[in-house]
């Protein structure tokens, strides 16, 4: 969780959230998958923790990405109830595969399932926050008849509102 913290803050800090979020992605697929490249413990250890520590943002910044992308409070628990759905299905699926094929081909198939992942996260928008807000109240001020813009005469006129 501390690594989390860190790539996070600087991501806030020098606003590259998307550039953090793929790059500690990538490198940390790619850590992660050569663990089956070695055989010692102490490779093995180092890679592990490495992939991890790369890897530790990459939840927290697509979780705030999705937050600022719900309209509503409900769009994310849907967002999440797909995620677990999807995570069950594609979890039995890889242990038969690895219970037939073995480790490698679930390291395999974990880096192929990655590029669709990377290109989702590309995608992202990182708006959070205050900007999130700010572009909420932009957006309503400029629907007519929503909360916050002033109708004028000639917009009543034209709504068929007479004085």
């Given at each position: 969780a501390p690594a989390s913290f860190i790539w996070s803050g600087l991501a806030d800090r020098f606003s590259v959230h998307r550039l953090i979020?793929?790059?500690?992605?990538?490198?940390?697929?790619?850590?992660?998958?050569?663990?089956?490249?070695?055989?010692?413990?102490?490779?093995?250890?180092?890679?592990?923790?490495?992939?991890?520590?790369?890897?530790?943002?990459?939840?927290?910044?697509?979780?705030?990405?999705?937050?600022?992308?719900?309209?509503?409070?409900?769009?994310?628990?849907?967002?999440?109830?797909?995620?677990?759905?999807?995570?069950?299905?594609?979890?039995?699926?890889s242990g038969a595969m690895v219970s037939?094929?073995?480790?490698?081909?679930?390291?395999?198939?974990?880096?192929?399932?990655s590029i669709p992942c990377v290109i989702c996260a590309w995608k992202m928008e990182f708006t959070l926050g205050a900007n999130k807000q700010q572009q909420q109240q932009q957006q309503q001020q400029q629907q007519p008849g929503s909360e916050g813009s002033l109708d004028t005469g000639s917009d009543l006129k034209r709504n068929g509102v007479n004085n």
């Amino acid at each position: 969780a501390p690594a989390s913290f860190i790539w996070s803050g600087l991501a806030d800090r020098f606003s590259v959230h998307r550039l953090i979020m793929l790059s500690t992605f990538v490198v940390s697929t790619l850590t992660r998958t050569s663990v089956a490249l070695y055989t010692t413990f102490v490779m093995f250890m180092v890679l592990a923790v490495l992939g991890e520590f790369l890897a530790a943002p990459v939840g927290v910044m697509a979780d705030a990405a999705v937050v600022a992308a719900c309209r509503s409070d409900a769009d994310y628990g849907k967002s999440r109830l797909w995620g677990a759905v999807a995570w069950g299905v594609l979890s039995a699926f890889s242990g038969a595969m690895v219970s037939r094929y073995g480790m490698n081909a679930g390291f395999a198939a974990y880096l192929l399932l990655s590029i669709p992942c990377v290109i989702c996260a590309w995608k992202m928008e990182f708006t959070l926050g205050a900007n999130k807000q700010q572009q909420q109240q932009q957006q309503q001020q400029q629907q007519p008849g929503s909360e916050g813009s002033l109708d004028t005469g000639s917009d009543l006129k034209r709504n068929g509102v007479n004085n």
